[in-house]
T-cell receptor
Framework: DSGVTQTPKHLITATGQRVTLRCSPR?????VYWYQQSLDQGLQFLIQ???????AKGNILERFSAQQFPDLHSELNLSSLELGDSALYFC????????????FGSGTQLSVL | AQTVTQSQPEMSVQEAETVTLSCTYD???????LFWYKQPPSRQMILVIR??????QNATENRFSVNFQKAAKSFSLKISDSQLGDAAMYFC???????????FGTGTRLKVLA
């Protein structure tokens, strides 16, 4: 168990809909990262927060947004969903930026039908 | 910009044999960290090994070891006595202090043959 909690584990929705993925980082970790992994693909970095502030942005679509709350949990909002958004979305946390390993959650499998 | 390259999309190894997965990276920094992550069919990301660039000694974790060649910017993973449970996708990753990005390679799928 990595200590990172992601909910829900599975999400099935329709095109055009909006969903929210939730992540609770490991206790004490201030950094939260979001990654997208399409089937048999690598990890695409979406966005990163440190102690409530956005610090890095990757290939995140304008239809996607995220935030980190004062209690350090984070939410990734995906709107106007398309078939191509179907993927495994990982949240990860770390104690220090750029030194320590990432602790990954078990992911949210999103299926857009 | 920093990049991580895994040139072997797929590798196979016989059970109990040794296999080496390749990873190269590009950076102009001297202080950075490298990782190998394993993703089994469950799709959970599991850290295999971590290497600090300023340490010349190669990291080792049981049957897993790395060959870190800083000048060549190479970071290969050696798996000894391969087991069926080693079958997974393996990702190489890079980060450096003070940054907010962990850069992952495209992965190598390892098949272990009984």
């Amino acid at each position: 168990d990595s200590g990172v909690t992601q909910t829900p584990k599975h999400l099935i929705t329709a095109t055009g809909q909006r969903v929210t993925l939730r992540c609770s980082p490991r206790s004490g970790d201030l950094s939260v990262y979001w990654y997208q992994q399409s089937l048999d693909q690598g990890l695409q970095f979406l966005i990163q927060y440190y102690n409530g502030e956005e610090r890095a942005k990757g290939n995140i679509l304008e239809r996607f947004s995220a935030q980190q709350f004062p209690d350090l949990h984070s939410e990734l909002n995906l709107s106007s969903l398309e078939l191509g958004d179907s993927a495994l979305y990982f949240c990860a946390s770390s104690a220090q930026t750029g030194r320590e390993k990432l602790f990954f959650g078990s992911g949210t499998q999103l299926s857009v039908l | 910009a920093q990049t991580v390259t895994q040139s072997q999309p797929e590798m196979s190894v016989q059970e109990a044999e040794t296999v080496t997965l390749s990873c190269t990276y590009d950076t102009s920094e001297s202080d950075y960290y490298l990782f190998w992550y394993k993703q089994p069919p469950s799709r959970q990301m599991i850290l295999v090994i971590r290497q600090e660039a300023y340490k010349q000694q190669n990291a080792t974790e049981n049957r897993f070891s790395v060959n870190f060649q800083k000048a060549a910017k190479s970071f290969s993973l050696k798996i000894s006595d391969s087991q069926l449970g080693d079958a997974a996708m393996y990702f190489c990753a890079y980060t450096m202090p003070g940054t907010y990005k962990y850069i992952f390679g495209t992965g190598t799928r390892l098949k272990v043959l009984a």
